[in-house]
């Protein structure tokens, strides 16, 4: 006695199906489960058993042998209790042949009581099944909106054990009416915070604005309470919004990891605290979960107070801003992730805060202040496009000065410079680069050429800050930038000399 349906698992932010059989043999009343199932999914089993007493159904007085196919690849999570269930019912035959086991995956977790619970990555799954050629997926209720973002996929719902097999056995049943589209909860995203509640430090704000229009990565250093974090929170009311696509890779992201349900329409924001530990950021687990960096994909990842993080966790950040693309192996799994963000992040520039303060309120010595620097690696600093030096705020000019630009007056430049880049790269065909922080060193000599005049002032200007290669392509960027923000169609000299003045050399030595 043999039976089969489809279910799913999540590694990382994709779901990999999976054949399950169920096998009746002789012997004493046991249960074993095979291929390599981990301690969620044998858990699964204990809820089975509960649920289909409390479904009027029988646990099989047999053997029964739960083959996981294939084989290889680790199983972890609820959302075989569904489809386990099903197949040791048809096994046992007690609801008869299931005319959809094969061509409906099915994804749930199972109540005591034999009810449907919802289970993650609903979005994932049903991906994996169109593209495996299924017919459709069968989920809880409270999945059904995001499993239906697949156009092409025939997505059903219940709401328990009985309903399930129910619905298995009437291949007529009309897949579940399209609902529509509801957004995600807004705690994905910083409030609605704006710009016009900071007040002065207009070097800052136009690197926001740099920053924002051409997706660069930021740094942010000044003594304490100038203002950093205050602007960097303000940073997504001035991004333009997430298009289809991009929507759809973000909330795959945040479904996986449990976070969301319904599509994401607003950029993600995150910041971790800077004890963050390293799977904390990169990810990982059994199951491979999304980390920090996954989920600020399609938006911004805000480390504050950037030099107390671990070193770990900071090197691990090179390679995923420089390609746009975190991997994570183990031994029976590996799994991918798109980390296409915005790093922004503040520092103070001494232990105390106040290096350069001309009231001369710092009492750091020249080797503490470089020891403090020197926990920011060399080739990290170098990855940021922009540094600016935020100054301590006029405390007296705060209480009479105006109202700063508001969000909305940034934003529409920003989504104006947007605008043009997507024009540009278009042109390029698929697999090129969305915005100017992604430029490959080819595309730079196509798309942001320089004049004789504009490569002879960047030239000069490399010589003395000491750039690297890598620094000198992204000085380029930043000109391309902020000529879209001109409205030019070339780099000109004063784009180049802007871009220059938000990049650093060396770092400070410290107090002289």
């Given at each position: ?53 409390h479904s009027g159904f029988k ?263 420089e390609s746009g693309e975190l ?186």
């Amino acid at each position: 006695m043999l039976g089969r349906t489809a279910g799913a698992v999540l590694i990382g932010a994709e779901a990999r199906l999976v054949d399950v059989e169920v096998h009746l043999g002789g012997g004493l009343p046991a249960i074993a489960a095979v291929g390599l199932p981990n301690s969620s999914v044998r858990e699964g089993i204990d809820r089975i058993r509960a649920a289909l007493s409390h479904s009027g159904f029988k646990l099989p007085q047999h053997r029964v042998t739960i083959n996981l196919a294939p084989g290889d690849v680790r199983k972890d999570g609820a959302a075989l209790d569904l489809p386990i269930a099903a197949a040791l019912l048809a096994a046992d035959g007690q609801m008869g042949t299931l005319g959809r086991s094969h061509d409906v995956v099915l994804a749930g977790e199972l109540a005591l009581d034999g009810g449907v619970r919802p289970i993650r990555g609903a979005l994932a799954i049903a991906t994996a099944a169109a593209l495996s050629g299924r017919r459709g997926v069968l989920v809880a209720r409270e999945n059904v909106a995001e499993a239906q973002l697949v156009p092409e996929l025939s997505v059903w719902s219940a709401s328990s054990l009985a309903e399930t097999l129910a619905l298995l056995r009437d291949p007529g049943r009309p897949p579940a009416p399209r609902a529509p589209v509801s957004a995600a909860p807004a705690e994905i995203s910083s409030a609605d915070e704006d710009l016009s509640d900071v007040r002065g430090q207009g070097s800052a704000r136009r690197a926001l604005e740099i920053a924002s229009a051409g997706a660069h990565h930021l740094l942010l250093s000044g003594p304490p309470g100038s203002g950093k974090t205050m602007l960097a929170r303000r940073l997504p009311g001035i991004l333009p919004p997430l298009t289809r696509g991009e929507a759809l890779e973000v909330t795959r992201v945040w479904s996986a990891a449990g976070l969301a349900q319904g599509l994401v329409t607003r950029r993600p924001f995150r910041a971790p605290h800077h004890g963050v530990s390293l799977a904390g950021l990169t990810g990982g687990g059994p199951a491979l979960k999304p980390g920090e960096l996954a989920l600020a994909h399609g938006g911004v990842l805000y480390l504050d107070e950037l030099t107390e993080f671990r070193r770990d966790a900071l090197e691990a950040l090179r390679q995923p801003i420089e390609s746009g693309e975190l991997t994570l192996v183990r031994l029976h799994a590996r799994a991918s992730f798109s980390t296409r963000f915005m790093l922004v992040a503040s520092m103070n520039p001494c232990p105390c805060g106040w290096l350069g303060d001309p009231r001369g309120r710092c009492r750091c010595s020249p080797n503490e202040a470089r020891r403090y620097q020197g926990r920011l690696s060399g080739p990290l600093f170098d990855r940021f496009d922009l540094t600016v030096e935020v100054p301590p705020v006029d405390l007296a000019a705060l209480g009479r000065g105006r109202e700063g630009e508001p969000s909305s007056d940034v934003r529409a430049r920003v989504e104006a410079a947007r605008r043009v880049q997507g024009a540009r790269f278009g042109a390029g065909g698929g697999g090129g680069p969305a915005c100017n922080a992604q430029m490959r060193p080819a595309d730079l000599d196509r798309w942001a050429p320089l004049s004789d005049r504009a490569r002879a002032l960047l030239l000069q200007a490399s010589a003395r800050l000491g750039l690297s290669a890598r620094g000198f392509d992204r000085v380029r960027r930043v000109a391309r930038t902020i000529a879209d923000l001109d409205g030019a169609s070339a780099i000109a000299p004063e784009h180049v000399a802007e871009a220059v003045r938000y990049r650093r050399g060396e770092r400070a030595e410290g107090p002289s």
